[in-house]
Nanobody
């Protein structure tokens, strides 16, 4: 079955960087777009960024544009979220999602905390 495993989260100071990998298995990775979402405490889950199946097209939320970059390696079945210039308001659980079918498939999430 579809499995998505995020990693790379942790505590980082404001202005710092983190790279989140999401390893995928159980489906033909190169056929599907992938997305990163995040959910902060007390807030709804929000879409952060999306990449097309071949990686040629991306889109990002205004709040992260110019700071976060999504990429993928179809040979490794992995999608990445590079986060730079992190702010306290970026603190959230970050989830990757395979855009399969009407609802997609989700990973378990990884916590990112931006604090001094």
């Amino acid at each position: 079955q579809v499995q998505l495993v995020e990693s790379g989260g942790g505590l980082v100071q404001p202005g710092g960087s983190l790279r989140l990998p999401c390893a995928a298995s159980g489906f033909t990775f190169s056929r599907y777009g992938m997305s990163w979402y995040r959910q902060a405490p007390g807030k709804e889950r929000e879409l952060v960024t999306t990449i097309s199946n071949a990686g040629g097209s991306t889109s990002s939320a205004v709040s992260v544009k110019g700071r976060f970059t999504i990429s993928r390696d179809n040979a490794k079945n992995t999608v990445y979220l590079q986060m730079n210039s992190l702010k306290p308001e970026d603190t959230a659980v970050y989830y990757c999602k395979a855009n399969i079918g009407p609802f997609g498939s989700w990973g378990q999430g990884t916590q990112v905390t931006v604090s001094s």
